[in-house]
């Protein structure tokens, strides 16, 4: 990435199934209205900490509390809802059979795969889904491929964003474990750092 390319790194707004405490991986559950408003007021704070003259670039996650996300943000930011192009790299890590579950309706019945994942996350995947490893690799290759402008936002997911910060700064898989989730407020990624605006 260039010097003088600066990455927003947006998570979507909160949603039904984020209250319920589900994985939604490749399902979806709408935005709440507290969704809509963090994605509105992260639009205000952007709006307060840059200008908006000159080229931006909007990437966003195809999924739908990231789409919805995205239209909110650029709306507000009276930028073009065209101008987003939608990223089926940028999705959230599927869980498979376990999307649309809670973590104790997982243990309950999958105990044996959620022991296996518990001990190496990195590599192992919820059954049908996705492992961090699967994660990596299809946003390193977006990461490496896109033509980036100086400005970017980028609307996607908490294991996503995790995964996403992890490659701009080249953490450890355990660095990466760590690494919070907010939805109020969005990372600043420029030269291998990251700041959080709030």
């Known amino acids: 990435m260039d010097a003088k390319t600066v990455i927003y790194l947006f998570r979507h707004g909160e949603t039904d199934w984020n209250t319920q405490g589900r994985r939604q991986g490749h399902l979806d559950s709408p935005l ?8 509105e007021e992260n639009a205000m704070r952007l709006r307060r900490h840059l200008s908006l003259d000159g080229e931006i670039a909007v990437f966003a996650s195809p999924l739908g509390r990231a789409r919805h996300t995205a239209l909110i943000m650029v709306k507000d930011l009276g930028l073009s809802e065209e101008s987003i192009i939608f990223e089926p790299r940028l999705k959230e890590c599927s869980f498979g059979i376990w999307e649309g579950l809670t973590t104790s309706e997982i243990k309950a019945r999958y105990p044996q795969e959620w022991h296996a994942r518990s001990e190496d996350k990195w590599t192992v995947p ?7 490893a699967d994660v990596h690799a299809r946003v390193s290759e977006w990461y490496e491929e896109v ?5 970017n936002l980028v609307v ?8 996403f910060r992890g490659i701009h700064a080249d953490l450890s898989r355990h660095q990466v474990f760590a690494l919070k989730e907010p939805q109020d407020g969005f990372f600043e990624l420029h030269n291998q750092t990251e700041v959080f605006i709030e």
């Not at 709440?32 to 994605?39: E, H, I, K, S, V």
């Not at 033509?147 to 400005?151: C, E, M, R």
């Not at 996607?156 to 995964?163: A, E, I, M, N, W």
């Open 32 to 39: 709440t209205q507290r969704g809509r408003l963090q994605a």
């Open 156 to 163: 996607c997911h908490g294991l996503t964003s995790r995964v």
């Open 147 to 151: 033509s980036l402008a100086k400005i």
């Open 126 to 132: 919820a059954p049908s889904g996705e492992s961090y």
